[in-house]
């Protein structure tokens, strides 16, 4: 089960140390001074860039700012390996750093370098993406590339992606080197377990091909290994053909056991959903009148008597992929898995959009925080993996409990398939 918890304005909690620093200032000192001018002398396609770097200091996490003492800009790979080979050869003496900055989601500065080196990733974007179709289809793109680009350019060819990120305005290198879970993962697994071959580069700056069958450790190292295994560079992603609209539905439970149990039943079904999430909600006033801008209620008038503030209620997502020449019979199989579910009956809530528009959904709410904002605040943001056996005891001691409230950012609970 994964439970994610995302506050938007809680201050930032520092009960921690993030940086050793061993030798002493002024040895510091020395160490750093000569190295931006050593960059000067690189090679290199792309460009550095020594001032007005604030932005590589910052993060979706908005917690920790660690200004590099360099910027680096990569028209190429072979950018990247210079750099890196570069402060290997200085040795662990030179206390240097290089962390790869995608599109600046990380929570609490992974993507930072202090008085290192930063390589923006999103420069190598824009690259040739290279669709191929048949039997078993994928695409080659670079690790900077957004994923938002990449559906649009393999819908251009009727296919996508398998396995999404419930945000798509990140990067293919940040998504896989953390995991890329969303409501796709019970079916597909995680992005990083729908990828064929990766370009890495390693920690001595060598650029290497990897997959399961060459190199399969650094493969398996990298895919999830948040950036210390070596930088993505590449990557083959699997696809699949493409649906044109999507059935959205929303429903509400006031047992957690209830909830979670059908969420469980509709993973391990054969024919089920094809997306599958959850939300706990506490003390949300209006609930369901806010659902009304985007969602048909199946029963208005039992929906408009329905009261959530001051309960804990859990809210199940589910869509069904679907082309418009198969609109009704995609409406009894959804009426059919529906009639196996235990929900509270009047907030059956039920929309149809098109694909693309259901998985830019939080990036449309974004915008709308921004124009209000409300977006550049700290993002405090937990993921956990709680086993099958200890989710009911973690819900009994978490939701309603610890957690009296989720009106300042939103909490997902939602299983997944160990197996995938």
Not at 245 to 261: E, G, N, P, Q
Not at 262 to 275: G, K, V, W
């Amino acid at each position: 089960m994964k439970f994610t918890s995302k506050q938007s304005n809680i201050p930032p909690i520092r009960g921690f140390t993030i940086l050793l620093i061993g030798c002493l200032a002024i040895k510091l000192s020395l160490c750093f001074s000569s190295f931006p001018s050593s960059l000067k002398t690189l090679n290199v396609e792309g460009h550095f860039s020594f001032d007005n770097n604030e932005f590589a200091a910052r993060d979706f996490g908005n917690r920790f700012q660690f200004l590099p003492s360099a910027v680096l800009h990569p028209k190429s790979v072979s950018d990247i390996a210079t750099i890196i080979k570069h402060i290997w050869q200085k040795g662990p003496g030179s206390k240097l750093t290089v962390a790869a900055r995608g599109h600046g989601h990380s929570l609490q500065g992974q993507a930072q370098a202090p008085q290192g080196v930063v390589v923006s990733m999103e420069s190598l974007s824009g690259q040739e993406m290279k669709v191929h179709t048949g039997r078993f289809p994928y695409v080659d793109v670079s690790a900077g590339e957004l994923w938002i680009n990449i559906l649009h350019e393999c819908l251009k060819f009727g296919l996508a992606p398998k396995s999404w990120t419930d945000y798509l305005h990140l990067t293919v290198g940040g998504t896989l080197s953390n995991a890329g879970i969303s409501g796709q993962a019970f079916r597909h697994g995680p992005q990083i377990s729908n990828v064929h071959r990766l370009e890495v580069i390693t920690g001595k700056g060598e650029v290497r091909i990897c997959s399961e069958e060459q190199n399969a450790d650094l493969f398996h190292g990298v895919l999830g290994g948040l950036g210390q295994f070596g930088i993505i560079t590449r990557a083959r992603i699997s696809l699949e053909p493409a649906p044109k609209m999507v059935k959205w539905i929303r429903v509400l439970y006031s047992d957690f056991s209830t909830f979670s149990r059908d969420q469980e039943n509709l993973i391990s079904a054969e024919n089920t959903f094809d997306y599958i999430e959850g939300l706990v909600m506490i003390n949300k006033t209006g609930l369901i009148n806010n659902w009304r801008s985007s969602f048909n209620p199946q029963d208005p008038v039992q929906a408009s008597q329905f009261k959530s503030d001051g309960r804990t209620l859990f809210c199940l997502e589910l869509t069904k992929n679907f082309n418009p020449l198969e609109a009704d019979k995609i409406d009894q199989e959804i009426k059919r898995i529906l009639s196996q579910l235990s929900y509270i009956p009047s907030t059956l809530f039920m929309s149809e959009t098109s694909y693309v528009e259901f998985l830019e959904r939080v990036h449309t709410a974004e915008l709308k925080l921004r124009s209000k904002g409300l977006w550049d605040l700290p993002h405090p943001w937990l993921n956990l993996l709680v086993p099958k056996s200890k989710i009911q005891s973690f819900a009994e001691g978490v939701f309603g409990n610890i957690l009296t409230d989720t009106n300042k950012g939103p909490v997902l609970v939602y299983p997944v398939n160990k197996s995938k």
